[in-house]
């Protein structure tokens, strides 16, 4: 059974006789507060640190010396900085696999080839396989690697690796050695890698069940930031089935859960932002106008605060949110304010390219929707110079292709090229 970290603060508390419900009653807060004190995600105000050194019969200097030390004590090492912090995509150094296995197959076998061995990882998740578990940081840079690798859309990489690297983040949830909530964060990072796969390439229950074992890490991870993350990510599950109302009322009550600290850092007005930007595609699906652009109203404003970045394995920032204005317009039926905001931009080129490819791919519907069939077989053109893996597994791609192949007579050899690649008739 692993042990679960303390902190400093907590260490405290704890000597002092008190349970953090104990505790947050005499000082009048709620226990999440407490919570959130020992976990150094936020800070007692001003005003209230001398009760708690009263509380604690510590004085206002050694109190501050426990928060500056729980503060270090539980933020994640400077190794996980690139799931929480802004800046282009990353690279990080992979763990030696068995490249002769790829090789065997090529495109998409490689990947459905490779999906017994991940639903063999999960099914095993509380009896992993014995074998050697490397050091927390090794491990945090592998799971950064899946995350660059599901970014810029290189499924095949990541479906061969992530079976044993989910083994063996599980032997490490196990080892006392490790820490629980950062091995829980680590873990949460990989299924999401885990879903980008299932998802992309229609095993929907295997996502569906992927986003249930997300939800449980995140919440041992006890941070909010990744909680919200998993909440993005679900939508996922309400899409497949149609199910609009719901994804909504979950982002909004993730967003809501946020609200209170959405000044505390760039993190939380990121994924504040991100919930929004998710919730604006959930109404434009919906056919509700005003409501999608309320919400790319409040994800403009929490990009405002931010530079465009990765976090929590969400790319999010001003980029992100004009892309996501495109795809609200397209699905909202209005093809020509779509092209008209594609007219004088383009995504830059460090986005991460799945989401660049999603903005030409829904940048080539608003084209053939308007009649303008060879721009569109261009934006689909663009979509795959940019992420082929992802944009030929789009069901989108499909569609759009199928309608052009059905407006031409006769279409030209590149147009059934891209079709015959993309598998669209």
């Known amino acids: 059974m692993a042990i679960q970290p303390s902190s400093p603060l907590a260490d405290c ?8 419900e104990t505790f947050a009653d005499k000082l009048g807060v709620d226990r999440t507060t407490v919570g959130r004190w020992e ?36 933020n994640p090492s400077a190794v996980l900085e690139p799931f929480l912090t802004p800046g282009p995509s990353f690279s ?45 940081a090794e491990l945090a840079a592998e799971v950064a690697g899946m995350i660059e690798h599901r970014l810029q859309a290189r499924y095949v990489e990541m479906a061969w690796r992530l079976p044993g690297l989910i083994s063996e983040l599980a032997r490490a949830h196990a080892d006392a050695r490790h820490g629980a909530r950062d091995i829980a964060m680590l873990l949460t990072l990989a299924f999401r890698a885990a879903d ?90 919906a056919g509700k106008p005003d409501a999608a652009w309320d919400h790319l109203g409040e994800a403009h404003r929490a990009a405002r605060q931010v530079p465009e970045g990765v976090y929590f394995g969400t790319a999010f920032g001003p980029a992100s949110v004009r892309i996501h204005e495109l795809a609200v317009a397209v699905e909202l039926g209005d093809s020509p304010a779509a092209v008209g905001r594609a007219a004088s931009w383009h995504p830059p080129s460090h986005l991460p390219a799945e989401r660049r490819s999603h903005y030409y791919i829904d940048l080539a519907r608003a084209q053939l929707r308007l009649g303008h069939h060879q721009d569109a077989y261009l934006g689909l053109e663009a979509a795959r110079r940019v992420a082929p893996q992802h944009v030929r597994e789009h069901p989108q791609v499909r569609q759009t292709l199928s309608a052009l192949l059905r407006t031409y007579g006769s279409p030209d050899d590149r147009l059934l090229e891209l079709a015959a690649w993309a598998r669209a008739r």
Do not use: C
């Open 92 to 136: 990080a150094p992979l763990a030696d696999h068995q490249p002769g296995m790829v090789n065997v197959f090529s495109g998409d076998d490689a990947v459905h080839a490779a999906i017994p061995q991940l639903r063999r990882a999960l099914d095993s998740i509380d009896l992993p396989d014995d074998g050697p578990t490397r050091s927390f």
């Open 196 to 285: 980008g796969v299932a998802y992309k390439f229609g095993y929907l229950d295997l996502s569906a069940r992927i986003i249930d074992l997300m939800r449980v890490s995140a919440l041992a991870a006890e941070d909010p930031l990744l909680v919200a993350a998993v909440a993005y990510v679900r939508t996922e599950t309400f899409f497949a089935t149609g199910d609009l109302a719901s994804a909504s009322r979950l982002l909004m009550a993730a967003a809501d859960d946020l609200s209170a600290d959405l000044g505390a850092s760039a993190s939380s007005a990121a994924a504040f932002g991100a919930l929004h930007m998710r919730a604006a595609v959930v109404a434009g699906r």
């Open 13 to 20: 508390r704890h000597a002092a006789g008190y349970t953090q």
């Open 39 to 74: 976990r150094g995600v936020q800070s007692p105000q001003p005003w209230q640190r001398p009760d708690l050194a009263t509380a604690l019969d510590v004085s206002l200097d050694h109190l501050d010396d426990l928060l500056r030390r729980t503060k270090r004590h539980t």
